[in-house]
């Protein structure tokens, strides 16, 4: 079916304790791209290059991935990244345009994103590099996927 709504890029975000991998989909909503990988400074200072980053791909959505435990429940990290969103919302609500923030379960991403690069024949340096970008592609694609089946547009 081809895609008629309106244009809205998104931006997908694995954020470790480390860097923060950013994936950007496309203006219409369907495929994600691994982007670049963001070395973390802190809370505020990596919610304000985030919110510039997505003020300069005029995205209407930030999706951030929550590292759940395998039985579904918040554990620690998932508490660390949920303190990155609410630093993240407090400069997103300051934006021009709207901005919506979400939070996509994450579980198994990494791991996806790992054998992906693996059977791409990705070397051990290239994965450790942008294994960040490739799982916040991830998490960005189920978001959209999902988003699209909502709308009846899958």
Do not use: C, N
């Not at 495929?31 to 070395?39: D, G, K, M, P």
């Not at 993240?88 to 901005?99: E, N």
Request: charged fraction near 25%; avoid cysteine.
């Amino acid at each position: 079916m081809l895609y008629t709504g309106p244009v809205m890029r998104a931006l997908g975000l694995d954020v470790g304790s480390k860097t923060i991998g950013i994936a950007v989909g496309d203006p219409s909503g369907t495929i994600a791209s691994a982007r670049t990988v963001l070395a973390r400074r802190g809370h505020v200072a990596d919610a304000a290059a985030i919110a510039e980053l997505a003020r300069s791909e005029a995205a209407g959505a930030v999706v951030v991935g929550l590292p759940l435990e395998l039985d579904g429940t918040v554990g620690h990290r998932a508490r660390l990244v949920k303190r990155f969103v609410d630093a993240l919302q407090a400069v997103l609500k300051d934006m021009p345009g709207p901005v919506t923030l979400h939070t996509w379960d994450e579980r198994f991403s990494t791991a996806a994103a790992e054998r992906t690069m693996i059977e791409a024949d990705a070397s051990r340096a290239r994965r450790k590099q942008s294994i960040d970008a490739v799982a916040a592609q991830f998490i960005l694609q189920g978001w959209l996927d999902a988003k699209r089946r909502r709308e009846g547009l899958a």
